[in-house]
């Protein structure tokens, strides 16, 4: 059957030809093998083989689907045994072996090249990698030298990722500028004495230096560039090896096979190739030859280098650094440019290309035309920004992991909307919902609890998906956050009405007004802050408190739950998107459905104003570490201490004790540290303690006081900041109030602390010292809650100084603005001659009525 050979559009297919030889006299296989070739293919479209006759012999060609396998390992096992099989055979037919040679290049070829990564986290796979410096990145800004602390932050990337064992390439740029450095240097010196004393006082600034070649220059500075390179990755015991091409050492096919074989030989014994084009020989590129066809692309410039060199060697990743931060949208530097995270084949007819970097021959469009080609051919490609002093010294690395750094080139179109446009979606949809009536606002809350009731069994059926999942890969204190239950669905209906009510009058409330002068009066009112990023783990219940919360406040609100919720989320941010729908402010509140990290979404500091972690103490440092520019509320740790006071009741520490502890171990608020007062060691109110502890499988760290004064003594606590999260506490002994103040600052995170006595002076010195979120008095720590508190819920519990403290609530999501009301009054007409005086006369506040109220 004839096999019509065909680029692939728009894809890769796994295609190889094989060649079944049958011997014409008796119709048996004399030889059966699958012949491959590792050249790229020049095929043309719509080229055709056909059965051929070799005198006793009979080829079949034909194409076959094969599962994923080692091209190196196939190219070893058959390349050689079928070279062999067509020198022998097909001598008389040059023609014919030729043309079959050219089908099975095509066929290997299109095979080998494997789809590119769909999605930056991919990245860290990454194998073989090529790094492409433009002459922007290498260069200083004179264009004349080369930026050595610039290159030698990329040089130690480089080689910490060689030595990872990834297979790293170079392509560089720089030869001409050092050269050009070296000559000018050489020129000034050959000026005679004579010459630079007649030139005057300014005789190096002054002396005239002729245009320089750039051949001449690229010839002048190559052996220099390589000299350094030598010098930087010897210092990382990394050796590397030059290698200089031109075009057609890639349109020559013996050529080709050698370059190929070389840098496969240099990799294999851990080289780093250092690449460049021959600018010393090169000759100018043709007109119009740039990225024709799938599989030819002109070396003209170190773009379109990298991009064959790329595909070529089977790269899994082209990194091209140039002197911007990636590819935008329209120019960069203008006031609507904005940078492009994701570019997909095709969307280059949407942007608008600048003119090219200060140095170099090629530009943004030819990056872009190389990355696409590259892309296609199988290798992934990102552009990013290798000038930038505040990320040079870890971009290739932050690539590589994953991070959101430049422009990533991709086949794979997300589903849905990307994050950066559910954050435009957000923020836009918050600004419709403060727009909104505060009844309006507090309708959707109200109906969204009524949703949660009348679609209970569907929810519980996608909770029930994911615990079932879960189960074998969470602890039980994750698995008990995870789980939800009718019990715990009533509550947070319960909850969400009373957010309905509490959010009547919140946003445009009048905290403060002012008559600064007559006629000139200000009012300092509530506002929405803005679009909240609120980052949770294994709290399914989490999405739909904040959720309440940021509506009746009028924040636009993204959500990012952890994967082992991720059916639970669905169902219950669909409910609030069809609550939301009543009023027409559906996008208020977006889930992040995307597979971007933490990381990545803590970046976004021009699209969102807060970020509010609810989860494990590590997920919060995390954050706060990442954040750039971006606040944080919220708590690292929630280490709760009760201290036990020489005064205290039996019934009531025991009560409290347990149910601090007990009640749910996982929780922020649950007890970690039990202080006690040394003169109760032995008494039986310690005893009671111990044994109810004992009861409830509570296992006992000792701290180092409490160690010493036991002679059998349980475990030692490793740390008194520990957050257990689970059925174990510290027991500590201190000699008394002065004593807990001084450990809880010490060791304390600043969440809630409880004092239990009947000493009321006592516990007033307590409250007052403490200096906490929230101070109880003969009062368990789970108490330390927005819903118990009565704000209907909470977005978290801030450990912070300032904005919000404590459980987060509905005022802890609104910030404030000055409006000032005046008629054509000015700063001049209370200077002295303008005859103005300031009042500053404060006006007792008036509420409108709920009818009458609108929102800014």
């Known amino acids: 059957m004839p096999l019509q050979l065909t680029p692939p559009l728009g894809g890769f297919y796994s295609t190889f030809l094989g060649c079944y030889i049958a011997q014409w006299s008796v119709k048996q296989p004399l030889e059966s093998r699958t012949c491959w070739c590792s050249e790229s293919p020049q095929t ?3 080229d055709q083989v056909s059965q051929v006759y070799l005198k006793d012999f009979q080829v079949f060609c034909f194409s076959i689907h094969v599962p994923a396998v080692n091209p190196q390992d196939l190219i070893s096992s058959f390349l050689l045994p079928c070279s062999q099989f067509l020198d022998f055979f097909l001598s008389p037919f040059p023609w014919l072996g030729s043309r079959l040679l050219r089908c099975w290049s095509h066929a290997l070829y299109t095979y080998s090249q494997g789809k590119p990564f769909g999605h930056r986290g991919e990245l860290g796979q990454a194998k073989r990698i090529v790094v492409k410096l433009g002459s922007a990145v290498v260069t200083r800004g004179d264009e004349c030298g080369l930026a050595l602390g610039r290159l030698a932050s990329i040089v130690e990337q480089v080689a910490v990722l060689q030595n990872q064992g990834r297979e790293m390439m170079i392509v560089t740029s720089g030869a001409v500028a050092f050269g050009k450095q070296r000559l000018r240097h050489e020129i000034l010196l050959s000026q005679s004495v004579r010459q630079a004393l007649h030139s005057g006082q300014n005789t190096l600034k002054d002396m005239s230096v002729p245009v320089l070649e750039a051949r001449a220059c690229a010839a002048a500075g190559q052996s220099g560039l390589m000299a350094l390179y030598e010098a930087m990755f010897s210092q990382y015991s990394t050796c590397t090896a030059q290698i200089l091409v031109t075009n057609l050492d890639f349109h020559d096919e013996q050529k080709r096979r050698n370059l190929n074989s070389t840098l496969q030989e240099l990799l294999r014994m851990n080289i780093v190739p250092i690449i460049n084009t021959n600018d010393a020989v090169v000759p100018p590129p043709e007109p119009n030859s740039d990225l024709q066809g799938v599989n030819v692309i002109s070396i003209k410039d170190n773009d379109s280098l990298a991009a064959r060199l790329a595909v070529e060697m089977r790269a899994d990743l082209l990194i091209a650094l140039s002197d911007v931060e990636g590819l935008y949208d329209s120019p960069p530097g203008t006031d609507d440019a904005k940078l492009i995270d994701t570019f997909y084949p095709g969307d280059q007819q949407s942007i608008t290309f600048g003119t090219k970097s200060r140095v170099g021959i090629g530009g943004m469009e030819a990056k872009v035309k190389a990355a696409l080609w590259a892309l296609q051919g199988g290798t992934s490609v990102v552009i990013a920004n290798g000038t930038n ?20 080139f991709s086949e794979v179109k997300p589903a849905g909307p990307t994050v950066e446009q559910q954050a435009e979606m957000a923020r836009n949809g918050g600004r419709s919902l403060a727009g909104l009536l505060s009844e309006q606002r507090g309708e959707i809350i109200y109906l969204l609890a009524d949703l949660l009731t009348e679609r209970k069994d569907e929810i519980l059926a996608a909770n029930k998906k994911d615990m079932d999942l879960a189960i074998r890969c969470l602890s039980q204190a994750l698995l008990k956050r995870l789980s939800l239950s009718p019990a715990k669905l009533n509550s947070l209906t319960i909850g969400l009405r009373q957010i309905s009510v509490a959010s009547q009058g919140s946003v445009g409330r009048v905290v403060r007004h002012t008559r600064v002068a007559s006629g000139l009066e200000l009012e300092q009112i509530t506002m929405p802050i803005g679009v909240l990023l609120v980052i949770f783990e294994s709290r399914p219940d ?19 739950g952890g994967k082992e919720a991720v059916n639970t989320n669905t169902i219950l941010h669909q409910l609030t998107q069809e609550a939301l729908s009543v009023h027409g402010v559906r996008d208020a509140v977006q889930l992040v459905s995307t597979c971007e990290g933490v990381q990545d979404l803590c970046r976004l500091d021009k699209m969102i104003d807060l970020i509010i972690p609810r989860g494990s103490s590590q997920l919060v440092r995390d954050i706060q570490r990442a954040t750039q520019g971006i606040p944080v509320l919220g708590h690292s740790e929630g280490i709760c201490h009760i201290y036990v006071d020489a005064q205290a009741s039996i019934d009531k520490v025991v009560k409290i004790v347990r149910d601090s502890k007990c009640d749910y171990p996982a929780a922020c608020n649950a007890m970690e540290t039990l202080l006690v007062h040394k003169d109760l060691l032995r008494s039986p109110l310690f005893d009671q303690i111990v044994d109810m502890l004992r009861v409830e499988g509570v296992k006992v760290h000792a701290g180092p006081r ?16 520990t957050e257990y999260s689970d059925l174990q506490c510290c027991i500590e002994v201190v000699d008394g109030l002065q004593g807990a103040v001084e450990h809880i600052h010490k060791f304390g995170s600043s969440h809630t602390d409880v004092i239990v006595t009947e000493d009321k002076e006592t516990a007033e ?13 003969n009062a368990s720590s789970r108490f330390a809650d927005g819903y118990r508190f009565g704000l209907g819920a909470e977005v978290g519990i801030s450990t912070a100084r300032i904005h919000a403290r404590g459980p987060v609530g509905l005022e802890g999501l609104l910030t404030t603005k000055w409006v000032l009301r005046g008629n054509g009054h000015s700063v001049r007409d209370f200077s002295e001659q303008g005859g103005m005086e300031y009042l500053h006369e404060i006006i007792p506040i008036q509420q409108p009525l709920p009818e009458q109220r609108s929102t800014n």
């Open 44 to 46: 043309e479209p719509g």
């Open 765 to 777: 010195q307590f409250l007052q010292q403490v200096d906490s979120a929230c101070v109880f008095w």
């Open 542 to 560: 989490c999405l739909l408190q904040v959720s309440a919360l940021a509506i009746a406040s009028g924040n636009g609100l993204l959500l990012k």
């Open 389 to 408: 002093p505040k990320v040079t010294g870890h971009v290739i690395t932050d690539i590589v992991d994953g991070k959101k750094v430049g422009t990533f």
């Open 706 to 721: 409490f160690a010493s004064y036991l002679t059998f003594s349980p475990s030692e606590a490793k740390s008194l900041c």
